[in-house]
């Protein structure tokens, strides 16, 4: 069992930055993938980035590409979300996701996949 804890998000301007932050409660968080979702009022929890167990290899949804950056610093059992020129419509609650994998196993996007989710921490970007 693995449990995650989001946090880092806040109220922001347009423009802003801000890293989030997905620490594990185990060890074993170096052998899982990782996963960044966001929800936003009314809407369906959509994919954001993702991280494979090694770090070597990411994915993002086409709305954050070049905005967002994940990593992971698996000495320290934390996977980061780091995010550049927000927008308003990045507001959301962001969850973080993981699931054991085998080394060589690419970034996964969908989330039904994930084992473990954490409870989420809250972004918003005013205008």
């Known amino acids: 069992q693995v449990q995650l804890v989001e946090s880092g998000g806040e109220l922001v ?21 990782v996963g960044w979702f966001r929800q936003a009022p009314g809407q369906e929890r959509e994919f954001v980035a993702a991280i494979s167990r090694s770090g070597g290899s990411t994915n993002y949804a ?14 320290k059992n ?11 419509e990045d507001t959301a609650i962001y969850y973080c996701s993981s699931k054991r994998t085998i080394l060589t196993f690419p970034p996964i996007v969908e989330a039904g996949s994930y084992a473990y989710w954490g409870q989420g921490t809250q972004v918003t970007v005013s205008s």
């Open 13 to 33: 301007q347009a423009g802003d930055s801000l890293r989030l932050s997905c620490a594990a409660s185990r060890r074993a968080f170096s052998e899982h993938a």
């Open 78 to 88: 934390t996977v980061y979300l780091h995010m550049a020129s927000l927008r308003p």
């Open 62 to 75: 086409d709305s954050v590409r070049g905005r967002f950056t994940v990593s992971r610093d698996n000495a």
